[in-house]
């Protein structure tokens, strides 16, 4: 195969291996979500993740760099998926999508599913 | 699309609020729509340069009273500016002041998110081309919530020990944790102390150095300047003034920086 002929093979599979991480993605934030709420059966006594902790800027301060700028990025926008913070970082979707989910548990941050996607955001009121 | 910058400094008296108003006025002067924010609630003083009558303030913006729009106030017509120039003002009564004093974080936090809207908002109905914050010295909560919400900080500095130790540290606790850029600027230098002129390249040369950052300018102390006591808008009101023209060269530094933000 020339070199001219491989090119349209090597985008189609580049597009095909883009929507199985897609789909990758999707179902490990449908087994997060699981997990929490196992946790909420299992340990009722446990408190919620999200504690409404202000996600102030001497807090935006105090977080290790790696989720600062997550955590700066959300703040910046009203909500968003991890994709689209991963936009503005410029870092890898699964790697973002870890660092929210850390802000969630540590109680800075609350997401909520919309469809087949899963928002994240500050709840400043 | 709009470019919000921060004036910002370790210590008070480095000549924010001249620096940020005169480069307001500069940037209305030349054509662009620029909004000036006085976030320094603990020392408001651009009403005092200003002298509008002022129908909300900012402090109505952050206790949501009213809406960013209704917090502007346009003076263009006042100095004849060919882009419009919207000062936003803090409060200057005590009661004011200490309230703002006693805020908690959730406050705080909610006074990010009305900074990072107003913004937004100004950015998408094309209203300002530059959105410029005067802040308070050193760190305090609004200050950081102005830098948050800025695309570029010009830290402004003096040539003294006290200022430029603090500086160097708010640099690296500050602005690089927050990821913003900053360009750094020297002003009211004595000139008997620092001869510019032939001297002038190996100074900047030095202290870009010293704070490892990009530098905007030097600004000699004019005397004529620190006994109008605020009363004047240089940019506008004598653009053949030597300080008038060391903002224009500020300017013409910070577009390329601009660019990469």
Known sequence: ?125 | MTKTIALHSYKGGTGKTSVSANLAALYASRGHDVCLFDYDFRAPSLQVLFKTKIRNTLNDFLEERCEINDALHDVSEKYQTKGHLYIGFASSSTDSMREMMAKDRKWEMKALHRTLSAKNELCNDGRADFVIFDTSPGVSYSSINALAASDFVILVSKMDEFDMEGTKEIVRGIYQSLGRKTGLLLNRIPTEQFPLGAGQKELEEYMSKLFNLPFLGIIPCYCDIQASGGKYLFAVEQPKHPFSQALSEVIDRMEKLLRTV
Not at chain 1, 38 to 50: A, D, G, M, V, W
Not at chain 1, 74 to 80: F, I
Not at chain 1, 93 to 100: G, K, M, N
Request: hydrophobic share 35%; no cysteine.
């Open chain 1, 1 to 125: 195969m020339s070199k001219e002929d491989s090119s349209p093979e090597i985008v189609r599979l580049l597009q095909q291996l883009n929507k199985s991480i897609e789909f990758v993605n999707a179902k490990l934030d449908n087994l997060i979500d699981l997990q929490e709420s196992l946790t909420q059966i299992l340990s009722p006594s446990k408190k919620p993740s999200y504690e409404g902790l202000p996600l102030d800027v001497a807090t935006l301060l105090s977080l290790p760099d790696h989720l600062r700028k997550t955590a700066l990025a959300l703040t910046e926008v009203s909500e968003a998926t991890a994709t689209d913070i991963s936009m503005k970082t410029g870092r890898v979707r699964a790697a973002e999508s870890d660092y929210l989910n850390q802000l969630v548990t540590k109680g800075y941050v609350r997401k909520k599913r919309k469809g087949h996607d899963v928002y994240f955001f500050v709840e400043a009121k």
